[in-house]
């Protein structure tokens, strides 16, 4: 089994900037990627960004340029650095981890973390 705990959402203004963390319970990277989605309210989750096992990283079209996900492998944590900051992505985030180099990958997902862009 394995745990993801986010952290480091919150409230802020249009414009700012939050940065989010994900602990994993134990170092998976080498067989796991690692994404961010997010889930506004009455909408579905939608992918954000993900990091692979040789941290190459790719962004929904919606937030290149502005935000940056990023891997600590010695504190098993993930990061997503988010600048720009627009109400509209006001949203649960959520860490996810997907099982590499099988046909039935494993997904596991943390809690969530609120982040809320409103003046």
């Known amino acids: 089994q394995v745990q993801l705990v986010e952290s480091g959402g919150g409230l802020v203004q249009p414009g700012g900037s939050l940065t989010l963390s994900c602990v994993v319970s134990?170092?998976?990277?080498?067989?796991?990627?690692m994404n961010w989605y997010r889930q506004a309210p009455g909408k579905q989750r939608e992918w954000v960004a993900l990091?692979?096992?040789?941290?190459?990283?790719r962004y929904a079209d919606s937030v290149k340029g502005r935000f940056t996900i990023s891997r600590d492998n010695a504190k098993n944590t993930v990061f997503l650095q988010m600048n720009s900051l627009k109400p509209e992505e006001t949203a649960v985030y959520y860490c996810?981890?997907?099982?590499?180099?099988?046909?039935?990958?494993?997904?596991?997902w943390g809690q969530g973390t609120q982040v809320t862009v409103s003046s």
């Open positions: 996810n981890a997907k099982q590499l180099f099988t046909t039935a990958p494993e997904n596991y």
């Open positions: 134990r170092n998976i990277f080498n067989f796991y990627d």
């Open positions: 990091i692979t096992r040789d941290d190459s990283t």
